[in-house]
Nanobody
């Protein structure tokens, strides 16, 4: 089994910064992709950013130029640096990973428990 544990959420004023971390643990052979989704109240969950094992990032248009995703493959950890935060960035942020577990043929998708990010005065 694989677990994803997020940290780093909180309350920040508009224009501020936060850094989210997501650590994957368990029976991991390799991680194809790690990323972040978010879900605001009354809205669907949406992709914020993700990164392949080769290091290619993808960003939602709404966060381009403000958010940066990075990975430490040795630690099975992903980070999301969020700068110039706006009230509309307020949401629960979920880590997501596509993992090949030891002894598995294909990959499976895993989710973290979510961490609240609130941008407000």
């Amino acid at each position: 089994q694989v677990q994803l544990v997020e940290s780093g959420g909180g309350l920040v004023q508009p224009g501020g910064s936060l850094r989210l971390s997501c650590a994957a643990s368990g029976s991991i052979f390799s991680i194809n992709r790690m990323g972040w989704f978010r879900q605001a109240p009354g809205k669907q969950r949406e992709l914020v950013a993700d990164m392949t094992s080769g290091g290619s990032p993808t960003y939602a248009d709404s966060v381009k130029g403000r958010f940066t995703i990075s990975r430490d493959s040795a630690k099975n950890t992903a980070y999301l640096q969020m700068n110039s935060l706006k009230p509309e960035d307020t949401a629960v942020y979920y880590c997501n990973a596509e993992v090949i577990a030891h002894g598995s043929i294909g990959s499976s998708n895993y989710w973290g428990q979510g961490t609240q990010v609130t941008v407000s005065t």
